[in-house]
């Protein structure tokens, strides 16, 4: 989408909300993937660069997380706030696709 049609229809914000959502999700993935190689790891050395690899994903959680709250895009302890924003979003993107 071009960049004025996309700020006629409020989905240049939307695309960043998606981008940072979608990256969110896969680092939180690669948290859960880590802390598994860490319980699987064959030797020592192994075990401490997963778990080196587990402390940057977490820290990278933590910033995308902290990014996402400051924008107003994520209310991970308010859940009725997210519910709402969910459904905005939901809206958004179906009336995107009547343009």
């Known amino acids: 989408m071009n960049t004025i ?3 006629l229809t409020g989905m240049n914000t939307m695309s960043d909300q998606i981008i940072a959502s979608d990256y969110l999700i896969s680092v939180k993935s690669g948290v859960r993937n ?8 064959g030797t020592p050395e192994i075990k401490a660069v997963l ?14 997380m902290s990014y996402m709250i400051d924008r107003g895009w994520y209310h991970p302890w308010h859940m009725n706030e ?18």
């Open 5 to 7: 049609l996309e700020h």
């Open 34 to 41: 880590y802390a598994m190689a860490v319980t699987e790891a």
């Open 82 to 99: 997210q519910i709402q924003l969910d459904l905005q979003n939901i809206q958004t993107a179906l009336n995107a696709t009547t343009l």
């Open 51 to 64: 778990t080196v690899q587990l402390d940057e994903m977490i820290n990278m959680h933590e910033q995308i």
